[in-house]
């Protein structure tokens, strides 16, 4: 595993892990009930990108590279649905809905992290990926 | 690692889509951080800031915004067109130049409007705020009201996110949906157009021509909005990961039945100097399957999401799937049997509300423009329609022209104008509130730009001097077009936060009745109680009062019983509403003088029957009690 390797693997855990800060974070302002920046920052945050972010970090062939725009679209698809899917069973509670979100996509995020880590050991296809770019790079 | 170990890897867990991310296109030596030429974006955002911060947008001409606007503003644009062109122009392609200055273009298409005005613009944008305050006040849906209340994916979503961020209601952040949803839109076609045949240059300009290029104002804070950037991803995913090598068979067929005549026409490729990474696809069957899960949810949320999107994208889709273009063709069977069974239950409410059966199969009608409306409209109108003609003909004559560019070059064509121009099917299906001819532009504007971009092939300047002209000419004269396109109306869609405040104020506090506007041009619909109000129009097209030759404004008695006569409930109150941009939209239609509306309200100041409900702010509503 080369030094450049390690880095890029290291990104994606570093993504991860912030996206379950966020998750943490929106979670806890709206449970406070805090109404400033931070609260809207992070629930743009979440909502953008960390739902989609659990399930691209899930899908082994997606996490080898940030893939934005498809967590983006999981995110908007996911959270659509889920919404939706309240409103029409009659169930319409959007921050209690918020709260098992959080804790939700959470786990995934977590489940995610220590799946690639055991991977890198076990399947190193990630790794793989990360040392291609190091050595079609070299090799030119 | 070998390469060749690590290909091995490859095939097992990644699809190569993953691999043609990560190995990169050009050869890799050490990069300079800044060059002397990126002080041309910068200088760029510098101009258009000082243009936004001298506009002064409170009394717009006819020609709305653009010719309110300062020379130093356009000194922006122009400079960040030519950074794009010399951006463009290098030998090695820098992504993190390009895309800094698409993002900038795009902050200053976008971003201006929220910028320079304190309210949403549009009077039809309010309507989807009302339903989303419905959902936030009554916590269910109640499908016998509307259409949006049958397909509330898009509401529910927006009711959710508006208590998670903590505001009372969308208008906190509505002006800010165009800007954002066109860079959501950005990011999924930068991913879409990666699995396209496209060399990188033509990959960035395609996507500088479409968000210089993209006229209609699908982008407010609307289920549209949301439906583009859903197509879009469900694109991207389809031919990342399913596209096929090879065709149907009887298109090649047909192709090889075809050859004596593309011989006459055909020359040989030219090679280019580069080729971009090339369709990735699902490596095993898990993966595929994950794959074809990850598509059909997304379709299944479009579904419910958006009337019209999931249907252009199923011709779309179909249309590959029967040249053979992507795997698992049944998908586009599955996608039609999802959206006709969602939409079956509904088809009684649309057809009643929308006319459905009486539209089917009248392509020419269907196909009208909203133009043919126009009448005495103003000239700042006719010049901004003329405007959206001409961007809409540029683009598709240069989508035409670069298709047979593609085609004589022997490049992989027929995908790209089947999506392009299957769109068009709408028209047999129905008209969309006059709206058909602008979502087939929509929905055909991101294959159109790309064509488009190979027919005005970007080159290096290694290559050709002059020939780095054309982009940033091409799309310098697109975004020319698109200011009048789609600020041109601005007199009468900018609404001012008096405007939207009192008329809030008003569907907050008024006893159920039917409200007659004056124009059909205010923040209609705008709070959760919109339900109880039915709406009328007094003046313009279907205008109770508006006369054989000129608006009734001052026959008190004759006005009284007018409106006795069309209330549709007479248990209930009538309420005459009055607003100052339905005076701008009266002037710039023709159906109204610029003293109509002062003169409506003197005369019901002084009838009988009427009292003044409301005035503030321009804002005025007059009540006729029920009898």
Known sequence: ?140 | MKASTVDALAAESTPPAALAELAPTTPSRARRVFYPWDTLLLAGIAFWALGVNQVNVTHLTQYGLPAALPIVFYAGIAVVIASFGWALAQARLSPIRLGANLGVLILMLYGTAPLVYAAPRYSWLYKYIGVVQYINLHGHLNTKIDVYQNWPGFFAFTAWFDKIVGVQSPLAYAKWAQLAFELLTAVMLHYLFRALPLTERERWLALFLYFGSIWIAQDYLSAQALGVVLSAGIFGLTLNFLRRDVQAKYVVWLRNRLQPIGRFVRRAANPTDEFGDLAPRAASRSQEAAVLVAIAVVYGVLVFEHELSPYVVLIQLAALAIIGEVRRRWIAILFAAVAIGYFAPHFAFVNKNFGLLKSIGNFFGNAAPPSTTLGNASAGIRFAAEASHLLSVLMWGLSALGAIRRWRSGRPTLALVILAYSPVFVFFAGAYGQEALLRVFLFSLPWTACLAASAIKPVPFSRSKLGVLRAPVVLALAVALFFPAFFGNDSSNVMTPGEVQGVLTFYQTALPGTIYAAADNFPEDISGRYNLFGEALLYGGGGVLTGNKKPVTSDASQITRTIRKTNPDPGEPAYVLITPAMLQLGIADGFLDANDLAALTKTLNNAPGWFRLYHADGVTVFELPPS
């Open chain 1, 1 to 140: 595993m080369t030094e450049r390797s390690r880095t890029t693997v290291a990104g994606f855990d570093l993504i991860d892990v912030a996206c379950v800060v966020v998750a943490v974070a929106v979670g806890v302002a709206v449970a406070s009930h805090q109404h400033n920046a931070f609260r809207t920052v992070a629930a743009v945050a979440f909502s953008m990108f960390v739902p989609g972010r659990a399930i691209v970090s899930n899908w082994p062939s997606m996490a080898v590279r940030p893939q934005v725009a498809l967590s983006i679209l999981f995110s908007l698809a996911v959270l659509t649905l889920l919404a939706t899917l309240t409103l029409w069973v009659g169930y319409w509670r959007p921050l209690g809905l918020l709260e098992v979100e959080c804790v939700g996509f959470g786990v995934a995020l977590l489940v995610g992290l220590v799946r690639r880590r055991r991977g890198r050991q076990e399947v190193p296809g990630a790794v793989a990926h990360a040392e291609l770019a190091d050595s079609s790079e070299s090799d030119a």
